[in-house]
C-alpha cells in the first residue's frame, strides 16, 4: 500500500501520476498472437517472459502505476474460448507477471492494478455478458482473487453499459482496495459521442455509477480525437480525481491495426491539453506504447500543476 500512498501525495501536491500504456496491444506488437475469442488472455500462459518484458518497459519508462494483463480473463470473457478451466491461473499469474516486473525493475513505488473489464469481445455482447442474475459474483470471483494475489487497486475498465458497469463497480468496491473508473466513449450514427455500448450519454453513465463508488474516474480506450470532448463531460459529472488514458488505432479483432497510431510527441501534445483541463492521472491504451508514457514522463512529471 506504501504505493498507494504516494500516489495520493502525488496528487494532493497536484503533481502528475503516471499510468503505464497498453499492455494487450503491446504483445500483439511483440510478436505474440492473440486468441480469437480471449484475446490477450492466453498470453499469460504461453508468453509469459514476454507480458513480464512489457510491464517491465513501462516502470522504465516511468510509469507510477501498471496494470495487470487481467481484461480479458473474467469468465465471461474465457468462456467463448473455452479457457474457464484456467481462470483462476490466468489471472494469478497475471498478478505475479506485474510484481515480478517491479522486482526485477528494481524501482519503487510502483502500484499495481487489476484490470476488470465488464464488456466482450462479442459482435453483440449482450450475447456474451455475465448472466445479470449472476453477474455480481462473477465481477465478484475476479475481484476477489486479483486482490487476493496483490494487487493494490481495481480498474474497472471499458464501461459502455450502465446495467453492467454498475455491477462491476460495485463487486470491485466490496473488496476494500481503492477503485478506479474507465468510461469509454464512440459516436454513434448521428456523430453524438456516448457511452461504448451506445445505448447511453457518457453523463448518465457517469452520475449512475458514481453513486456506487470509486475514487478516480477516467475517460480510456476512446480515440485520441474524441477525448477532449468526453473529458470534459466527465468533469462536469464527476467530483474526485480525473484521469485520460486514450487509444490510437483501430481493432479489428482480435487484432489492433496499428497503421494510423499516433506518435509519442502528438500523443504528449494531447495529453498536455487534458492536463491543463484538469486530468491528474494520464497513461495510454490501446496502441499506445512505452515511447508515448516516456515522453509524458519527460515533459511533465517534474511539474506542478
Ligand atoms: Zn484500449
Not at 71 to 99: C, D, K, W, Y
Request: glycine share 8%; with cysteine; aromatic share 8%.
Amino acid at each position: 500500500m506504501a504505493a498507494m500512498r504516494c500516489i495520493e501525495e502525488k496528487l494532493e501536491q497536484g503533481q502528475v501520476v503516471l499510468l503505464d500504456g497498453a499492455t494487450g496491444t503491446e504483445l500483439e506488437k511483440r510478436g505474440v498472437p492473440m486468441n480469437s475469442k480471449a484475446w490477450s488472455a492466453e498470453a499469460i500462459a504461453t508468453h509469459p517472459s514476454i507480458v513480464q518484458a512489457v510491464h517491465e518497459d513501462y516502470i522504465q519508462a516511468g510509469a507510477d502505476i501498471v496494470t495487470v494483463n487481467s481484461f480479458s480473463t473474467a469468465r465471461h470473457m474465457l468462456l467463448p474460448a473455452g479457457l474457464t478451466g484456467q481462470f483462476r491461473h490466468l489471472n494469478v499469474e497475471a498478478v505475479n507477471l506485474a510484481i515480478r516486473a517491479r522486482d526485477t525493475a528494481g524501482i519503487q513505488p510502483v502500484a499495481i492494478a487489476g484490470s476488470i473489464a465488464p464488456t466482450t469481445f462479442c459482435a453483440d455482447p449482450t450475447k456474451c455478458y455475465p448472466p445479470l442474475h449472476e453477474a455480481y459474483l462473477w465481477y465478484l470471483e475476479q475481484a476477489e482473487l486479483l486482490v487476493e494475489a496483490g494487487v493494490d487497486l481495481l480498474l474497472i475498465e471499458m464501461i459502455e453499459d450502465i446495467e453492467q458497469g454498475s455491477l462491476a463497480v460495485k463487486a470491485a468496491c466490496s473488496t476494500g482496495v481503492p477503485v478506479w473508473l474507465g468510461f469509454s466513449c464512440r459516436r454513434n450514427d448521428t456523430n453524438d459521442l456516448m457511452l461504448w455500448g451506445r445505448e447511453h450519454t457518457l453523463v448518465e453513465g457517469v452520475e449512475t455509477i458514481a453513486k456506487i463508488g470509486g475514487s478516480a474516474a477516467f475517460i480510456m480506450h476512446t480515440d485520441v480525437y474524441d477525448t477532449s470532448e468526453a473529458f470534459s463531460q466527465l468533469k462536469s459529472s464527476w467530483k474526485g480525481t480525473l484521469g485520460v488514458y486514450a487509444h490510437s488505432g483501430h481493432f479489428v479483432m482480435p487484432h489492433w491495426k496499428f497503421n494510423d497510431t499516433i506518435s509519442p510527441q502528438a500523443y504528449a501534445k494531447e495529453a498536455g491539453e487534458w492536463i491543463k483541463s484538469g486530468a491528474r492521472i494520464i497513461g495510454g491504451c490501446c496502441g499506445i506504447g512505452p515511447a508515448h508514457i516516456s515522453e509524458i514522463k519527460r515533459q511533465y512529471c517534474s511539474s506542478k500543476f
